[in-house]
């Protein structure tokens, strides 16, 4: 009886044990604000990445992975839940991961006999931002809500240059006979931008187009690559580390980013920079070499994966889909939609001059060509966050005040207020600065997205109205959508 009751308890919990011969060691290693397009592998000149690239080439390298959310600690969360930030009550960013939520590596625990580890920059999960903070503090404190002690075997966090000695470690806790999954944080290239002597030259960089070409932004980019070229270094450590053990061959090795970059259009906003990250998965004898994939893959994703490659059956309640097939060549039915949400940024507070960088409400769902954007804090001003101090920001405001800015990034960042809805046509307009919302020609896919998303949001008990499926005003009709699509009504600064 003592050996049924706990296999009982986790049948009926909807998580199945499979004994097999022998489970994979899994390795996930997390960097941190890292837009999808800044590794060698993707095709880009602007980085150094030599580790990552070999891990590519003897792996796959996911071109369209969209995490759950612009911002650490939803995207986390997402990842180790497999349901979006939405139904894991984590849109708050000081928020601490419900209890009752359940994270793959614990069934990777519970089921699987897993050995399980979190190291170097914090994990988001246990309320990030608010324990030291008086009746936050002790809010926490009292109805201890904490739990990443509990869930893990073990929990290490710190500076990131000590993750492979962290590693080892943990390795040398791990019972024998055990297969073990390990999560290091990496901090960069997260904002503060200090790896400066291994920056390129900001002259020599080709910008994206949602970018201006001011020195200022040329240096801040220059800045934010040299965190990527350090990073690599970092996952060298860590990846040193299984070779050294001799333990490559049995382990599957995912590396990715939480969210995009703190630039114009990343971290905090629902365009691909801030939601499509790098995604690279290495399985020895499991995982073609050098294999390439544009399938749809969701941050939702990792956990009923992850729990099939340890041959485990994933919790009912998770909401991601199991992309093992894609891994190993077999038959796979892709998503036809990704899904992703923004809400409180950081410890913010609601002010009367709040940004959007602290405060923006909205949805998001894309298909293989379309993306939907669905606003709700409109009369909140765009900032980009974490970099909204930066010379390249103040030089974009001044711009725009002056009329010198672009007319395309002039609407994306300065419209006030901003559109309810906005839809991009990412075939032809990869850069997201054309908004084609209540246009006749795409009506119908505007329609299908509100749909999409409307069937999302409701299964997910999101706590936001659900969209206006009525056909939006035409532009030009009184009350219709001239300042959106027009630019007119701007602030003079912001």
């Given amino acids: 009886m003592k050996i049924l009751f706990p296999l009982f308890t986790l049948i009926v919990a909807g998580i199945v044990p499979v004994f097999a011969q022998e489970r994979p060691n899994i390795l996930f290693i997390l960097s941190d604000d890292h837009s999808a397009p800044w590794v060698g592998c993707y095709g880009t000149s602007n980085v150094r990445t030599p580790t990552l690239d070999k891990l590519a080439a003897e792996g796959m390298r996911f071109n369209r992975f969209f995490c759950v959310a612009p911002q650490c600690v939803p995207s986390r969360a997402g990842m180790m839940t497999g349901r979006s930030a939405v139904a894991a009550r984590m849109t708050r960013f000081s ?11 614990e069934v990777l625990r519970q089921a699987g006999g897993y050995y399980t580890g979190v190291c170097g920059r914090i994990y988001h999960l246990d309320g990030s931002g608010t324990r030291n903070a008086g009746v936050s503090l002790k809010t926490f ?3 201890k809500l904490v739990t990443f002690p509990d869930r893990m075997d073990f929990v290490e966090v710190g500076d990131q240059r000590r993750n492979g000695e962290r590693f080892s470690a943990f390795l040398d806790q791990v019972p024998k006979g055990r297969p073990f999954f390990f999560w290091a944080n990496t901090s960069d290239p997260h904002h503060p931008w200090d790896a400066t002597d291994l920056q390129l030259d900001p002259k020599s960089l080709q910008l994206p187009g949602y970018m201006p070409d001011t020195p ?12 990527i070229n350090r990073l690599d270094g970092l996952v060298h450590d860590v990846l040193a580390v299984l070779e050294k053990r001799d333990l490559v061959k049995n382990t599957i090795v995912v590396f990715t980013g939480d969210n995009g970059m703190a630039l114009p259009h990343g971290k905090g906003a629902l365009y691909d920079p801030g939601l499509n990250t790098p995604l690279i998965v290495r399985w020895p004898g499991h995982v073609k070499p050098g294999s ?7 941050g939702e994703d990792y956990g009923p994966t992850l729990i099939a490659a340890a041959g485990l059956q994933a919790p009912t309640r998770m909401s991601g889909h199991n992309f093992l097939p894609l891994l190993l060549g077999e038959s796979y039915q892709g998503r036809k939609y990704l899904f992703a949400e923004r809400g409180v940024h950081g410890g913010a507070i609601l002010r009367t001059d709040t940004k959007a960088n602290a405060i923006d409400f909205s949805r998001m769902v894309r298909s293989d060509r379309y993306k939907l954007i669905y606003n709700f804090t409109t009369h909140f001003p765009y900032a980009p966050v974490d970099s909204s101090g930066m010379a390249y920001w103040k030089q974009m405001v001044a711009d725009h005040a002056d009329g010198r800015l672009a007319a395309p990034l002039d609407r994306a960042y300065f419209t006030m207020p901003r559109p309810i809805y906005e839809l991009f046509d990412l075939q032809t307009d990869p850069n997201e600065l054309n908004n084609l919302s ?3 020609a795409t009506a119908a896919v505007e329609k299908e997205l509100k749909e999409a998303l409307t069937q999302k949001m409701i299964l997910d008990w999101d706590y936001l109205p659900l969209p206006d499926m009525a056909p939006p ?7 219709g959508s001239d300042e959106q699509t027009k630019g007119k009504g701007r602030k003079k600064n912001n």
Avoid: C, H, W
């Fill in 95 to 105: 928020a601490p991961l419900p209890r009752e939520e359940t994270i793959f590596p």
């Fill in 141 to 143: 404190q009292d109805n």
């Fill in 216 to 227: 200022a932004m040329r240096e801040a980019f220059a800045a934010y690559l040299g965190e």
């Fill in 292 to 298: 390439v994939t544009d399938e749809l893959v969701s």
């Fill in 438 to 440: 209540g246009q006749p």
């Fill in 473 to 479: 005003p035409m532009p030009g009709a009184k009350g």
